[in-house]
Nanobody
Framework: QVQLVESGGGWVQPGGSLRLSCAASRNISSVYVMKWYRQAPANQRELVAVITTGGLTNYADFTRGRFTISRDNAKNTVYLQMNSLKPEDTAVYYC??????????????WGQGTQVTVSS
């Protein structure tokens, strides 16, 4: 089991940047595929970015090269750097730790989320 706490959300003007952090309560280096999701009001939760235990990354098309996911295993932390933010990026952003490959089908954990608001 792992607990996740997101931070770094807030208000930013269009074109601005934010860096979200997800702090995990245990080591993540060889156990968890780390993911960022987001959910806007009345919308489904959507996948934003993924980083594997080996450091490979994948991004949703809507990021358009603006977002970067990274992980610092020594700090048990995953980051989402968001640049050139748009109003449509406004959402609650959630960190997810997917350990199913290493620990079985129930190893899938979520943080409480952090609000990102992009407006002028």
């Amino acid at each position: 089991q792992v607990q996740l706490v997101e931070s770094g959300g807030g208000w930013v003007q269009p074109g601005g940047s934010l860096r979200l952090s997800c702090a995990a309560s245990r080591n993540i280096s060889s156990v968890y595929v780390m993911k960022w999701y987001r959910q806007a009001p009345a919308n489904q939760r959507e996948l934003v970015a993924v980083i594997t235990t080996g450091g490979l990354t994948n991004y949703a098309d809507f990021t358009r090269g603006r977002f970067t996911i990274s992980r610092d295993n020594a700090k048990n932390t995953v980051y989402l750097q968001m640049n050139s933010l748009k109003p449509e990026d406004t959402a609650v952003y959630y960190c997810n730790a997917d350990g199913r490959a290493a620990e079985g089908p129930l190893s899938d954990y979520w943080g409480q989320g952090t609000q990102v608001t992009v407006s002028s």
